[in-house]
């Protein structure tokens, strides 16, 4: 027995040292712009595109969560009063939260699709998947 722990410890020293770091995946700051009563996220694409989620599908969760109207206009989205950036960065986090990131491990490597129409979040990275929670948004409406 203490043969074997002497080959592991040998095989502990010299494996390498694991490295968490998550800094790949920075989403990308809100650039926000006012034009009299409207705000307007300048970036919008660039941040959908970046959390590889559809755009129809990120806006409708923008506008239930601010409570106001909107609409995608080109690569930005329109919003209906004004909204600072601190605003807008705490609602993308609240959505990578939950449409975004795997609560298994923790990565930004996944994707939705819908089984027997329930939601799913499918992580790529490790394979886990969960219901997405259904009192937010549907995927078709």
């Known amino acids: 027995m203490e ?3 002497g080959y592991l410890d040998r095989a502990l020293s010299q494996m390498p040292d694991i490295k968490v770091n998550d800094s790949r995946f920075n989403i990308p700051v809100p650039r926000i712009f006012y034009e ?5 996220l300048d970036n919008f694409d660039n941040i959908a ?15 239930r969560e601010i409570g106001t109207a909107g609409k995608i206009d080109g690569s930005r ?3 209906q009063g004004r909204f600072s950036e601190e605003n807008m960065n705490s609602i993308i986090n609240s959505y990578v939260d939950e449409f975004v990131i795997c609560t298994e491990c923790g990565r930004p490597d996944t994707h939705l699709n819908k089984s027997d129409r329930v939601l799913m979040l499918k992580c790529d990275a490790c394979g886990a ?7 937010r948004i549907r995927k078709d409406s």
């Not at 009299?36 to 307007?40: M, V």
């Not at 595109?49 to 506008?63: E, G, I, Q, V």
């Not at 998947?129 to 009192?135: D, G, L, S």
Request: hydrophobic content about 35%; overall charge positive; cysteine-free.
């Open 3 to 5: 043969e074997f722990e």
């Open 36 to 40: 009299g009563r409207t705000s307007i």
């Open 49 to 63: 595109d970046y959390l590889n989620r559809d755009r129809d599908h990120f806006m409708k969760y923008m506008l």
């Open 77 to 79: 989205a329109i919003f």
């Open 129 to 135: 998947h969960r219901p997405v929670k259904k009192r």
